[in-house]
């Protein structure tokens, strides 16, 4: 059971580390349902496994990590609603083939 649990874990830090990594890269931006989703699924995930382990730290941790990615996705859909979300993906190619910003997209 304590390898499930572990592997439980593991998801929920591998989607954190997925998210800073992409926005890293420049594949997602901090202000994106994309970036916050995974942020928040990951941390709800490390929740329940820093309960299980009855980590105070950890729990407190990932609660303040849900919260703020929580709050960002409510701010977002309140203002834009369940629209399309292109801002996970920071660059498009124009029609020769150069690297052309989102925002001369839209």
Same mark, same amino acid.
């Given at each position: @059971? $304590?390898?499930?649990? %572990?592997? &439980?874990?593991?998801?929920? #830090?591998? @989607?954190?580390?997925?998210? &800073?990594?992409?926005? !890293?890269?420049?594949? &997602? /931006?901090? /202000?994106?349902?994309?970036?916050?989703? #995974?942020?928040? @699924?990951?941390?709800?995930?490390?929740?329940?496994?820093?309960?299980? #382990?009855? $980590?105070?730290? =950890?729990?407190?941790?990932?609660?303040?990590?849900?919260?703020?990615?929580?709050? &960002?996705? #409510?701010?977002?859909?309140?203002?834009?609603? =369940?629209?399309? %979300?292109? $801002? !996970?993906?920071?660059?498009?190619?124009?029609?020769?083939?150069?690297?052309?910003?989102?925002? %001369?997209? /839209?």
């Amino acid at each position: @059971m $304590s390898i499930l649990w %572990d592997l &439980f874990g593991a998801i929920g #830090l591998a @989607m954190i580390l997925a998210a &800073f990594y992409l926005e !890293h890269k420049k594949e &997602f /931006q901090k /202000q994106s349902l994309a970036y916050n989703g #995974l942020n928040l @699924m990951g941390s709800l995930i490390l929740l329940v496994y820093a309960v299980h #382990l009855g $980590s105070v730290i =950890f729990i407190a941790l990932n609660l303040v990590w849900v919260l703020i990615a929580g709050y &960002f996705i #409510l701010k977002r859909v309140n203002k834009e609603g =369940f629209k399309k %979300d292109y $801002s !996970h993906t920071l660059k498009e190619l124009n029609n020769n083939g150069e690297a052309k910003s989102l925002r %001369d997209l /839209q």
